[in-house]
């Protein structure tokens, strides 16, 4: 097996999460196990429901979970800190038995504090070696940059929310 990488999708432009759901479709379609943690986001929204879906397909190999419960302010509360180390511990527990693993806003988890980029970076270095992971979110700290393999920044040049557009459905959400 090829040694794993880790990508980070980060910046203010859209498209970080969308992208690591491109990589899911791909790992799915070569028949490879997936893990999808959300951090922070709770909201149903049109990956949610197709993840969930798809992780009932006894055909496919996906494990989905959210661990957040929306929007935290800049004093997070402990249940906010327990969820996202949750997500971190599952992590751990399910990284042996994939080939990818994204977790969705857990650079914006760890801006806010609720958990340490250490904690990331202690479970990056000792993941399975071919064991893939993209993190994404806006902020990532520079360790977990340093560690990255491969680095993409979403730059905004332009965003319809500007303008006063309402995030769109099966676009933004
Ligand atoms: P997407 O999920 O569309 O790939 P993202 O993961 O890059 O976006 P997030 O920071 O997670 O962006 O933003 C979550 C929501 O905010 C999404 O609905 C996204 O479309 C929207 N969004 C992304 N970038 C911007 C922006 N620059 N201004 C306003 N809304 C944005
Ligand atoms: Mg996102």
Redesign the pocket.
Known sequence: MAKGLVLV?TG????????ALGAVSRALGHGLRVGFIQFIKSKDTGESRFLEDLAQDKTRSLHYARHGRGFVGKNPSQTDRDLARDGLELAQALAGELDLLVLD?IN?AISLGLIGSAEVAEFLKGRPPELNVIL???GCPDDLIDLADTVTE?I?VR?A??NGTP?CRG???
């Open positions: 999708n203010t432009g859209k498209g970080k999460t969308t992208a806003e914006v994404t979110g806006r979403m905004e965003h929310f500007r995030a676009v933004d959400f």
